[in-house]
Nanobody, 117 residues
């Protein structure tokens, strides 16, 4: 079992920055990848905004590339999402996601990010 707790969300003006954190506890070895997803207001689907594989390979969609950076501190069992040059369309609830190699997967409860214009 893996428990994930996100923090760091808030209200920021367009052009500003935020750093989200995802603290993990439990059996976090044998990770396939760790991702940050975003659920925009009024939308049911969650969109992948960043992911990092067990080998350290990072992927971003075009909408956030160059602005968002995912990183991982193994000693603290924490994953970060540094978000710069924020835009109003980045508004949403941000979720941390762990996919393990045995296909078990876990979500955090999310943290709200609101970007005002």
């Amino acid at each position: 079992q893996v428990q994930l707790v996100e923090s760091g969300g808030g209200l920021v003006q367009a052009g500003g920055s935020l750093r989200l954190s995802c603290a993990a506890s439990g059996s976090t070895f044998s990770i396939n990848f760790i991702g940050w997803y975003r659920q925009a207001p009024g939308k049911q689907q969650r969109e992948l905004v960043a992911r990092i594989t067990s080998g350290g390979i990072r992927n971003y969609p075009g909408s956030v590339k160059g602005r968002f950076t995912i990183s991982r501190d193994n000693a603290k069992n924490t994953v970060y999402l540094q978000m710069n040059s924020l835009k109003p369309e980045d508004t949403g609830v941000y979720y941390c996601y762990y996919l393990l190699r045995d296909s078990r997967n876990y979500w955090g409860r999310g943290t709200q990010v609101t970007v005002s214009s």
